[in-house]
């Protein structure tokens, strides 16, 4: 173990009741979570070779446009994930791919948890990231922008939170020792049998 210098008290104002005051290097909340961006929509692509008089007027969601345009989302979702979690001074792991998200973070408290997660379930694609070089000028009023509660790319993800247990608050600083967000082929691993 490394022997960290214990910083001295200094005079400062007493912390809201609203948010718990923690040192920065302890992470007392912990959450589990991931979904597959299963698409419930057609496909937008500039590959399409149909007419806009033969296309249905069918909306695309925020999954359906994210798996189709992947190599273009990936990097900048791994980038925008990595600029909340470090505004929130969590850890952990998060990866992405073309067929969903999964993760495990700590966060200093419960209240930047919630963050986070308000965080995931406010996102929208296309707003926040743009939409693809590729995606067709029409197509763009086509896509569902996640106005309805269960649209987004984040929303309905199964959460799974836990704290980090009192006994052990003392003793372990973090559940995990820093940040890394990775592009992946595949959430949970196969082994290339699927």
Not at 51 to 63: E, I
Not at 73 to 92: E, F, I, T
Request: net charge negative; hydrophobic share 35%; proline share 8%.
């Amino acid at each position: 173990f490394i022997k960290m210098a214990t910083p001295q008290p200094t005079a400062t104002a007493a912390p809201s009741s609203a948010e718990p005051s923690v040192p920065p290097s302890h992470h007392k909340s912990v959450v589990l979570f991931y979904k597959y961006f299963l698409p419930s929509s057609p496909v937008l692509s500039s590959d399409e070779t149909t007419s806009d008089d033969d296309r249905d007027d069918t909306s695309c969601d925020a999954a359906t446009l994210f798996r189709t345009h992947s190599a273009h989302y990936l990097p900048l979702l791994v980038d925008h994930q990595r600029s909340l979690c470090k505004s929130l001074n969590m850890r952990g792991r998060i990866l992405l791919s073309g067929e969903g998200v999964n993760g495990t973070l700590s966060a200093p408290n419960e209240i930047v948890m919630k963050r986070y997660m308000d965080a995931m379930a406010s996102f929208d694609l296309v707003a926040e990231l743009g939409p693809p070089p590729s995606l067709l000028l029409g197509d763009i009023d086509r896509l569902d922008r996640g106005t309805s509660s269960d649209d987004g790319l984040f929303t309905n993800i199964d959460w799974k939170l836990s704290t980090v247990d009192p006994a052990l608050s003392s003793r372990v600083l973090s559940p995990f020792p820093d940040l890394k967000i990775t592009s992946v082929k595949e959430i949970v691993s196969t082994g290339g049998s699927v």
